[in-house]
């Protein structure tokens, strides 16, 4: 990688100079880069091995009525540049005057310094043999696991690159690794259980593979031994997997193009209102040391940033493009993708107890009594079973179901609500927050919810 990498100052150099032969006196580009390895096994054998490189480079181009046009290329050759700028120029006389972004404000701020070792890849053979030895780990650990159908290990090296006429020039290198498995697990007469972990990191040598082999054992065998649940109102306690995933079903609650385009339950007024229990605070923190590939700037070179949405169960931010943010009146804040119309979007979330606020454990102390709680673990078919624009959701999931201090595994069943008065039915939060691929979280409990068993 380090022989290919891309030279900013160079290449800002050489659009000047081809725009200012066009006649284009303001343009951006962005551009990522990575080359990717990756493997998968099958009882003991290679299933899959692949290596790829790939590059994603867009141009835009302002004409003199304010106008942008579009185009992407993969050639930064001089004569590529100057066919992806002449593209660009003649799309922008087709540009929306209704969608007109400009220049991040914040284009040209400083960047924060991130800790972001680069690690160099290990050859695809070195990861195969260590996928090799996980999977036979994870089948060792039970009889009743007779296969790992999901399973990968896979590592990137990538650069990130934003440009812009007006001399931003943002550049970003980053190596990452991740494993994930996913066990299957049968007794005679019983039906199949499933379950899973991932981790992620640098590189593959940093990777917590023998801590990825223990939960998902531990995630799948207890989950065999599994019964029937009556269907009616629960209290639940959600993983921190399963309530991030929830909540970033929901983000849309928080972004300002959502609300823009009328999409979101959120309205332009409503900053400032409460939409959660007064001891709930959600944060966007793309920098947290947690968040593994952790992005310094976003698609229009606005840094990244922690932003409050949520503080005391108060709405008091969203998230922004540099187009929306002028409609608001606000500034960026490092959440946006790059196009003639600006996609927004959630980096990782941090959620947890308002500070000072008790963290709700009043509420919590109203179940020492041990009655019958679901513990969710994870949520499925998020994309089927979320109505965002609406706030209704209904899920199934894999978990347990807690009554007598007996704690047996879930058969099958379906959790179903509306995110709205979820939200104000958090009860309090339990343990410490942790660190998953999504964000940062402890354990929520959320009282009255529907569950659905099976019929």
Not at 81 to 96: C, D, M, T
Not at 179 to 187: D, G, K, T
Request: proline fraction near 5%; charged fraction near 20%.
């Amino acid at each position: 990688m380090a022989d290919n990498r891309l030279n900013p100052e160079a290449l800002s150099a050489r659009l000047q100079q081809l725009a200012q032969a066009a006649a284009i006196h303001q343009w951006d580009l962005g551009a990522s880069c990575s080359t990717d390895t990756s493997v998968q096994v099958d009882r003991g054998e290679a299933k899959q091995m692949k290596g790829a490189q790939r590059s994603a480079i867009t141009v835009r181009v302002w004409n003199d009525k304010g106008l942008v046009g579009i185009t992407s290329t993969s050639d930064l050759s001089d004569a590529g540049l100057e066919r992806a700028l002449g593209g660009a120029h003649a799309a922008s006389a087709f540009g929306n005057s209704e969608e007109t972004p400009a220049f991040s404000p914040l284009a040209t701020a400083p960047l924060v310094s991130l800790d972001q070792p680069l690690r160099e890849p290990q050859p695809i053979l070195t990861l195969l043999e260590s996928l090799k030895e996980a999977e036979r780990q994870l089948l060792d650990r039970h009889g009743a696991i007779g296969t790992v159908p999901y399973n990968g290990l896979a590592q990137r090296s990538s650069e990130r690159l934003y440009l812009n006429s007006d001399g931003a020039r943002r550049h970003q290198l980053l190596t990452t690794a991740s494993i994930y498995l996913y066990a299957r697990a049968e007794e005679a007469g019983r039906k199949p259980r499933s379950s899973g972990a991932v981790r992620m990191a640098y590189g593959t040598g940093d990777l917590d593979i023998a801590g990825c082999i223990d939960e998902a054992a531990e995630r799948t065998i207890a989950h065999l031994d599994y019964a029937p649940i009556e269907t009616g109102s629960y209290t639940c306690v959600f993983s921190p997997e399963a309530f991030l995933d929830l909540i970033g079903a929901f983000s849309s609650l928080f972004n300002a193009r959502s609300v823009l385009d009328g999409v979101s339950l959120s309205q332009r007024d409503s900053l400032g209102q409460s939409m959660a229990v007064p001891f709930l605070s959600i944060r966007d923190n793309g920098l947290h040391p947690g968040n593994i590939g952790a992005s310094l700037f976003d698609g229009e070179g606005t840094p990244t940033a922690p932003l409050e949405l949520v503080e005391g169960g108060i709405l008091r931010n969203f998230l922004h493009s540099e187009a929306t943010a002028r409609t608001f009146g606000v500034h960026p804040t490092g959440h946006a993708g790059m196009g003639a119309k600006v996609a927004v979007g959630p980096d990782w979330f941090e959620i947890g107890p308002t500070p000072g606020s008790g963290g709700g454990q009043q509420g919590l102390d109203r179940f020492s009594h041990g009655g019958p709680l679901v513990v969710i673990d994870s949520l499925s078919a998020l994309h089927a079973g979320v109505k965002a624009s609406q706030g209704s959701f209904s899920l199934p999931f894999d978990g347990w179901l807690v009554a007598g201090g007996v704690s047996r595994s879930i058969e099958a069943a379906t959790v179903a609500g509306d995110i709205r008065k979820l939200l104000q039915a958090i009860v309090g939060f339990e343990g410490e927050a942790k660190v998953t691929p999504d964000g940062l979280c402890p354990y929520v409990w959320v009282e009255g919810l529907s569950i659905t068993g099976e019929a």
